[in-house]
């Protein structure tokens, strides 16, 4: 494997019966505008042989306020094991939509200390498109796995170090929302929730960064990134509740930057009602 994060559906379909291979259905359903998942008209579609990773509803911290928050480094543990995964294996994690929820799952194995993770470019349309075996349902691990999760600092952070990051300029934050909710002239779609944006992020839409469903080749993201933040820099992801921040944090990896975090509160947190300083 290289470097990259990112592997395409055809070196997939050669590898796919590869000893410790794992592809795991990442799937969330998209609530951005012109976004859609292609499981989204009845007829359910998977990889053949993909295991369901659900950190909306199962592999995320239990009994939060906000969506789908970042559990424990044990209940992480406990979970992936019951997936059957183990700490040899390979994990290539997709989605339905084609780039868009996949991203986190990615980024969370890495935080809990997995390296050997990517994403599939693309996703399930991509694979769909190829035309390459699917199935009508996700597979069951056949045992536990002996995955170990080790929670690696910093990879996810809360609103104290994005408080701390506004007036750092040795960390750059980056907001994956749409410019209408970044200037607060759009709505935000959970009630109660305010407009606008944190002082001092720069508004990078997370659907910038994509081209039909791909990452954008490395060039283009470098001029997207590189008047905002250089690679000294940390460079923080926010979005509406954590899943496109890690469009942008993918993104950034591609194109060499080490020194990532994603919030995970994200607008759902730093947007309800609190201390915590808006603009727009």
Known sequence: MRDSALVDVDWLFTHINDENLVVLDASVQPVVLGFESCNSKGNFSAIAGARRFDYDQQVCKPNSTLPHMMPSASLFQEKVRAL???????LIVYDDVGLYASPRAWWMFKAMGHGDVFVLDGGLPAWL????????????????????????EGLFCDFEVVLAAID????????????????????????????????????????????EGRLRQPEELRRLFIEKATQDQQVITSCGSGITACVLTLAAWEIGYRNLAVYDGSWAEWGSPSHLPVIK
Do not use: M
């Open 168 to 211: 750092d300029d040795q960390r750059q934050i980056f907001d994956a929302r749409s410019a209408g909710r970044f200037d607060g002239t759009a709505p935000e779609p959970r009630p109660g929730v305010r407009g606008g944006h944190i002082p001092s992020a720069y508004n990078l839409p997370f659907p910038e960064v994509l081209k």
């Open 84 to 90: 059957g995964i183990n700490n040899q294996d390979t």
């Open 129 to 152: 498109a190829e035309a390459y075996p699917v199935t009508d349902s996700l597979a069951e691990a056949a045992d536990s796995g002996n995955f170990d999760a080790t929670e690696q």
